[in-house]
């Protein structure tokens, strides 16, 4: 019998009573504390996805492409001519929420790392940003140094930030979203995976000194957001891009020796997570000393040393015959480094710390946490918000688009993507603001890969079915526009507190939404990222459901390159995809009308299909000189942006859309249906064009044509509904950034 | 065969980029070399590529200025070879006195990253003498520090010596202020010594010498190189 005053968890341990019984009874004695410190983190929500996993079981992982799928820290896709693409996304919202800069720089090193764990060469960076509104000054806070943090990191690196999406909502005002994500390129042959495979292999440590930051990280951004969370600042951890640059030349240059068989970044959960991983990972155990862990700090304890998050750190298992070859890589780049141990038979994880056996636990046990079946129960407020009737539309529809083209969630990115260096590694085709999606060119051969981050937060909150599946759709038109076919994605699932009901159903529909698209375009989904507890303790407001898709295709010409801006006078405009009058969740209703209700777009996999195969195949004949998917902002902001871009004038006729139910001209312009393309073709290939879209199953019609003069039209039979100028809306879509963040105190 | 060195400081971060442009565009033969066993001896011409050498700690290319690699780019300097500074390199050669001047944080203290215009205003360097004086050339920039600064007397004398090689501009090619990105004074983006052997410039030619690349579909940026590549063989 074990005496009640043992049997007491240490304080501060956030694990249920449940599982607390659980780990007693597979372990048979008590944890000592550093043991329960590091079940802790490991069955933290954000190390365990304990709520998450049986319902992200339910999204396809397989497909001819894929090579790596979900569970490892990239997935992996293959390219063809011996080439593979790896990409990552990861939520860093807790850290960013408190202290933005080294929030948002540490989630680059993180995601970077997890780039170099498969053995590959990281080319691009991507970031997804979620605010309050930039009218709130604690908004524009966050925004300019979370962009900032970005910024000094990746530029620093030498990894490009290449494309990305900011949306700005109330519900982010305390809880605000910060997704990064890494795409690498490798040769199929120098994949490698995290894992401990040969019992004999050297366990070292590489990279920055440890010290007690970022200690219960992951516990940290397991729980929601308080008062107290500012006395949380030390379990933000502080990035130092510099050391993370020699880190990426000295990792890809100790792979190449042949000697390393796996490598693992330390992030969430330290040396606890990548350990018990690894070693579960390869159904081996591992021993280590911690004393020979280098330190920042003196007088560490075994428990501090177990679960910092001090970044810029990786663990290698290294083959002992290579062991002095591969140190001395560490060596040139002065990185430091310490022999900790090495891979063993059997299943145990054992840790020495002064002479004393301090952790002795089956890897397993700590890197599997039992999965909890959380209650999900539709919110009441949902179906009444649904069913509220329409406001009417304005008298002057010109203004409301300019105003629309003004608002937070359209106008232009400039401000951001300029701060971003986006063309080193001498890849990027398609930059920034210029297509729907990033293209990097391989180097060498003549392909190119494509990305793009995409959600949408209004949509899903009211219907978080349709509006993730949409945002996994509309992530798949942006490939198809710049001339790629989607070839897989990874999810980041930000949403509140899952051990509310309302909040676990939100959740549940949103991957059921993805689960549907994904299987019907057969783009599957190769990995993944879940941060729940995104919301503020105090208001018990949660973020809105957010699961931003990261999707890379291929380009398999690079003639297909195809960028947004319009290209030449006398090109005919051509519209794919059918309107209908789904104005619920969208910037019109938010912005001009100030209305929050109303039914969202519906997903339709049929239609998305048709749309998708008529523009790809339109492209691929060379037919398409520009292509912009209609999302925010709908039809209206597209044709606008188009013009900006290639600063060309053009002239619609709006009774020519293909639409359905329609019964209004603002319906018309600003609705966000799905599905939904605009191509400019050369008038001599419309009919082509037109023919391809009929034997797909798409509605397709011109819808008018490029001009030379200066002016941008919208006619509805013959009367102008917008008539324009393209000055004017550049200072409606260009300026709206830089006035809300240079001319406003800080 | 043309050789040229590419120097790897530690966080240089374009030193592939410019290898890839030496060696699969211009298809010349092009090291990258470590920065502690970079020597003079071997080498035609040498590049210090772009990046945050030492993280640029203390000030941006201050610690790998003081660097030993830097004595050997020096013998090379001295020897009339061909020396090139881009970005950071730039830095590097200004804070190691090779080149005059300072180089400041931008005028909006942000990182800019954006294709702009500069115009050749001296066809007679190294690194220029395949550019027609006046040509506008369509390269980006990416930098955080790159307001090109020095006081009057300096300037005077860049300009009588035509040190100013390279300078913002218009579309047209007019140096006017609109077309000025970080705050150079007099619109400078690249200059180069008396001799015209050592070019230091914050735009990124590697950046720019392909066509695909380029949004103009231009390859401006390989005439830097091109013409290195025909002064050493001269």
């Known amino acids: 019998m074990v005496s009640s005053k043992l049997r007491k968890v240490p304080e501060g341990v956030s694990l249920t009573s449940k599982e607390v019984a659980w780990i007693r009874r597979k372990l048979g004695r008590e944890p000592n504390p550093v043991e329960w410190g590091m079940f802790d983190i490991m069955y933290s929500e954000h190390c365990s996805y304990k709520s998450s996993r049986p319902v992200l079981k339910i999204l396809p992982s397989k497909g001819p492409r894929v090579i790596v799928g979900p569970g490892y820290d990239s997935g992996i896709v293959d390219l063809g001519d011996g080439y593979v693409a790896a990409f990552k996304v990861e939520s860093h919202n807790h850290p960013s929420a408190i202290e933005p800069y080294n929030g948002a720089a540490t989630g680059i090193g993180g995601i970077v790392r997890d780039i170099l764990c498969v053995g590959a060469r990281p080319v691009a960076l991507l970031d997804s940003l979620r605010f309050g509104s930039l009218q709130s000054p ?51 042959e120098d994949i490698i995976l995290a894992e401990f495979k040969h019992p004999g292999d050297i366990i070292v440590l590489v990279g920055g000194s440890t010290g007690r930051d970022g200690i219960h990280g992951v516990t940290f951004a397991s729980k929601t957001l308080s008062e107290e969370s500012e006395a949380d600042r030390p379990a933000v951890q502080i990035g130092d891009p510099f050391m993370k640059k020699l880190l990426i030349e000295a990792v890809l240059e100790a792979l190449k020796t042949g000697f390393v068989s796996g490598v693992k970044d330390l992030g969430g959960g330290g040396l606890t997570c990548a350990t018990s991983e690894m070693s579960a990972k390869g159904g081996v155990g591992v021993e280590i000393n911690l004393d020979r862990v280098h330190v920042r700090e003196a007088e560490m304890n075994a428990y501090e040393l177990m679960l910092s998050e001090s970044q810029e750190r990786m663990l290698f298992a290294v083959k002992p015959e290579g062991l002095k070859t591969v140190l001395e890589v560490f060596e040139k780049y002065e990185i430091p480094y310490s022999v900790l141990g090495k891979v063993v038979e059997g299943g145990l994880l054992k840790a020495d710390f002064k002479g004393e056996t301090v952790v002795n636990v089956p890897a397993e046990l700590v890197a599997r946490a039992p999965v909890i079946r959380r209650k999900a129960r539709k919110p009441p407020a949902v179906q009444e918000k649904l069913k509220a009737s329409k406001p009417s539309q304005p008298e002057n529809l010109q203004k409301a688009f300019l105003e629309l083209l003004s608002s937070q969630n359209i106008a232009s990115r400039e401000w951001v993507y300029r701060q971003y260096d986006h063309e080193v590694g001498v890849r990027t085709v398609v930059k920034p603001g210029d297509g729907d999606a990033a293209v990097l060119r391989l180097i060498d051969v003549p392909k190119a890969v494509a990305v793009t981050f995409d959600a949408n937060s209004r949509h899903s909150a009211l219907d978080p079915f349709n509006g993730h599946a949409g945002a996994l759709a ?130 339709s996999v049929r239609k998305e299909k048709a749309t998708i195969k008529t523009v790809l195949k339109a492209i691929r004949k060379g037919f398409v000189k520009a292509a912009h998917d209609c999302s925010k902002g709908g039809l209206a902001a597209a044709l606008a942006v188009m ?104 | ?132 004086e006046g040509k506008v050339l369509y390269i980006p920039i990416a930098h955080k520090e790159g307001r090109y600064f020095s006081d009057e007397a300096e300037l005077e004398r860049l300009s009588r010596k035509r040190m100013i090689v390279f300078r913002y501009t218009d579309q047209k090619g007019e140096a006017v202020p609109e077309a000025n990105p970080n705050g150079s004074i007099r619109n400078i983006a690249g200059i180069c010594n008396e001799k015209g052997n050592v070019l230091g410039l914050m735009p990124h030619p590697e950046r720019a010498s392909e066509e695909l690349l380029s949004p103009s579909g231009s390859a401006d940026g390989l005439l830097l190189f091109k013409s290195m590549a025909e002064y050493v063989k001269r």
């Open chain 1, 138 to 188: 604690h908004s524009r806070w966050l925004f300019r140094y979370v962009v900032k943090g970005i910024a000094d990191y990746g530029n620093c690196i030498g990894v490009p930030t290449v494309a990305g999406e900011v949306e700005f909502d109330r519900s982010f005002e305390k809880n605000c979203l910060v997704n990064v994500a890494c795409v690498g390129i490798a040769k199929k």
């Open chain 1, 474 to 603: 509309e992530a798949a038109r942006n490939l198809v526009c710049v001339g790629a076919e989607p070839l897989a994605y990874t999810d980041c699932c930000n949403f509140g507190n899952p051990e509310k009901p309302e909040v676990f159903w939100q959740f549940k529909q949103g991957i059921e939404g993805l689960a549907l698209m994904s299987k019907g375009l057969k783009i599957p989904c190769v990995g993944g990222n879940v941060s729940f507890y995104n919301e503020d303790e105090e208001t018990g407001l949660a973020v809105k459901p957010t699961t931003t898709i990261v999707m890379v295709g291929l380009i398999e010409k690079l003639d297909h390159i195809t960028s947004m801006g319009l290209k030449e006078a006398g090109d005919a405009l051509i519209m794919v995809g059918t309107t209908l009058p789904e104005m619920g969740g969208s910037e019109y209703y938010h912005e001009i009308l100030k209305f929050d209700g109303g039914e969202p777009p519906k997903a």
């Open chain 1, 643 to 746: 013009a900006v871009k290639g600063k060309l004038g053009l002239n619609v006729n709006l009774e020519r859309i293909p639409s359905l139910k329609i019964g209004r001209l603002d319906e018309l312009l600003f609705s966000e249906s799905y599905a939904r393309v605009l191509l400019e073709v050369p008038k001599r290939k419309v009919e082509r064009v037109l023919k391809i879209a009929s034997k797909n199953g798409a509605s397709a019609s011109q819808i008018g044509e490029v001009s030379d003069r200066e002016a941008f039209t919208l006619k509805f039979k013959g009367k102008p509904v917008v008539d324009c100028s393209l000055s004017e809306l550049e200072e409606a879509w260009l300026t709206p950034l830089p006035k809300a963040l240079e001319g406003t105190p800080a």
């Open chain 2, 1 to 132: 065969m043309v050789r040229i060195a590419v120097i790897r400081f530690p966080g240089s971060n374009c030193d592939l980029d410019v290898v890839h442009v030496l060696k699969n565009v211009l298809g010349v033969e092009a090291s990258l070399v470590w920065h502690k066993e970079f020597k003079a001896l071997g080498y035609d011409g040498v590049v210090l590529p772009g990046g945050f050498s030492y993280g640029d700690y203390l000030r941006s290319g201050a610690i790998a200025a003081r660097s030993p690699a830097l004595e050997h780019v020096k013998v090379m300097v001295d020897n009339g070879l061909p020396v090139l500074g881009i970005c950071n390199g730039f830095q590097i050669l200004v804070e190691a006195g090779i080149l005059p001047g300072a180089l400041l944080p931008n005028e909006n203290l942000k990182f800019i990253c954006k294709w702009v215009y500069i115009r050749c205003d001296n066809g007679w360097t190294a690194f220029t003498w395949g550019i027609p």
